[in-house]
């Protein structure tokens, strides 16, 4: 292994090190706790290395999303993929987004509640975010009829990221939980 590849390989460590640490900071204390001297003293290097690979907290807070898109993008095909009927699919991946959304909060928050200069929709979306979505695609084509899919898509997400954050602000009823998400699917399908 050549020098050069080496010093890549260590880069490249530091770099997930980096997001690992955040990731763990936030969910243990919340984002307004991830600050790049927490965190170099977190990683054990100095805020100047972390600033070589991240211009602030806000790049490191949108590397974390887009690594937890590609997390969820898993996580949907899993449940889609794991039922063959467009009801049951759909009722799974609903299941699936609400659980991540809810087993992990903090990288819920960076990928669909911060701000973020991240590109939704347009050509220059990362590649993760598009798989993710993709998911919501794939798992309503069997319902959307003469609809245009990705706006379906789009309205589905959109009322499933409604219950994940209002449900995390006890906004909603515990008790009704699988009421909600009955009206729902039965609404799609």
Do not use: N
Not at 10 to 39: F, K, M, S
Not at 51 to 60: C, L, N, P, R
Not at 89 to 99: H, N
């Amino acid at each position: 292994m050549s020098v050069k590849e080496r010093k890549e390989r260590e880069r490249a460590e530091r770099h997930r090190l980096i997001i690992a640490a955040a990731r763990e900071l936030a969910e243990a204390e919340g984002w307004d706790a991830v600050t790049t001297r927490r965190l170099a003293e977190r990683v054990e290097y100095s805020q100047p290395v972390l600033y070589s690979h991240f211009s602030g907290k806000d790049a490191i807070v949108a590397a974390v999303a887009v690594e937890g898109c590609a997390e969820l993008a898993a996580e949907l095909r899993r449940a889609r993929t794991g039922r063959r009927a467009p009801k049951a699919a759909i009722r799974a991946l609903a299941d699936a987004y609400l659980g991540f959304a809810r087993d992990r909060p903090a990288l819920y928050e960076a990928m669909f509640v911060r701000p973020t200069d991240i590109p939704f929709g347009t050509d220059e979306t990362p590649a993760e975010l598009r798989e993710a979505f993709g998911e919501f695609v794939a798992v309503l084509e069997p319902l959307a009829a003469d609809r245009d899919l990705e706006t379906f898509a789009e309205v589905v997400w959109s009322a499933l990221h409604g219950l994940a954050v209002l449900t995390r602000a006890d906004r909603l009823r515990v008790s009704h939980h699988k009421a909600r998400l009955d009206v729902l699917i039965d609404q799609l399908a």
